[in-house]
């Protein structure tokens, strides 16, 4: 995430995702980071956003005057013009990246934990605002897809499978990207959680096929921070849980070309999806999940 985005936040109440996981089931973290954030979002001067969400958009030259909300206006100080139920509900997907390299944790919280709360989250907050939601969860193949609803019992299921899932195989992205695509028959918004440890070209010809198709496309990139800085010290054997290999390093000697190859890899994703029109996300699993709502909630504005 930006740096902006704690600035204009700050009036929220954010929980550590290390305490947030220590909560009972999937289905209470979601409810406690979604109504805690939308409480929040009401106290904020983030005018931007709101619980209204769902009903209204900012008026438009040429929009109807008899469709602006005046009681919005008066609290917001903003012209909103009410939108009719078919303007407003969309097919929300959202994919997960179960592949071993998502196990890795080096404060409690593995990759696959944080991704399956952001997605639990990101769930609940699609339902409350009535979007049909779809669940895929991937490693080199499909493992689980669950089709596009907005019934509360729906819900439930996409938040047992989320609370039930294991760790996979190895990675292969740009596989499953390119069958999801072509599943997807409607028009929507496609959200990826991944740690993107995969090809970045391959990554980014899945990612646009999703565009070619005509959805919006939001990336996640998880990373942990542990791997984000490389704060290790002694020499030690570093092994890639995918493959197996092994290789012995001293952390001072490599740290420099490991942080300038893992930027560039950053810089390339920001790069090649930003010229997509795909929204990229960089987050590592200490930053709290609200941040990454406020990113899902930006995209649906910029949509709208």
């Not at 769930?123 to 991937?138: G, I, K, P, S």
């Not at 950053?266 to 590592?284: K, P």
Request: hydrophobic residues 40%.
């Amino acid at each position: 995430m930006t740096s902006e985005a704690p600035r204009r936040g700050a009036e929220l109440r954010f929980l550590d995702p290390a305490i947030l996981a220590r909560l009972g089931t999937l289905e209470l973290k979601a409810r406690t980071v979604v109504e805690g954030f939308l409480a929040g979002l009401h106290r904020s001067p983030f005018k931007g956003f709101s619980v209204e969400f769902a009903e209204y958009r900012q008026y438009l030259p040429g929009d109807d005057l008899s469709t602006i909300d005046w009681k919005v206006y008066a609290r917001s100080d903003r012209y909103y013009v009410k939108k009719f139920e078919e303007e407003t509900n969309v097919d929300c997907h959202l994919l997960l990246d179960i592949s071993t390299s998502m196990g890795y944790g080096s404060r409690g919280v593995t990759k696959l934990r944080y991704g399956s709360m952001l997605a639990a989250s990101l769930a609940y907050l699609m339902n409350r605002q009535r979007d049909a939601v779809a669940l895929t969860t991937f490693d080199e193949a499909i493992v689980t897809m669950l089709p596009p609803s907005a019934r509360p019992s729906h819900l439930r299921s996409i938040l047992v499978t989320l609370d039930r899932i294991t760790l996979g195989r190895k990675t292969d992205v740009s596989k499953p990207l390119h069958l999801m695509a072509d599943a997807i028959g409607k028009r929507g918004i496609v959200i990826l959680v991944s740690d993107l440890l995969d090809d970045p070209a391959q990554v980014v010809e899945g990612l646009r096929h999703f565009r070619f198709r005509g959805s919006d496309v939001i990336v996640f990139h998880l990373l942990d921070p542990a791997e984000r800085t490389f704060p290790f010290e002694r020499a030690a054997r570093f092994r890639d849980v995918e493959l197996g290999d092994e290789l012995m390093a001293v952390p001072s000697i490599v740290r420099e070309e490991y942080l300038r190859a893992l930027e560039g890899a950053i810089d390339g994703y920001r790069r090649e999806l930003g010229s997509a029109g795909i929204d990229y996300q960089l987050i590592d699993t200490s930053t709290p999940l609200e941040f990454a709502l406020m990113a899902y909630l930006s995209t649906r504005v910029k949509r709208s």
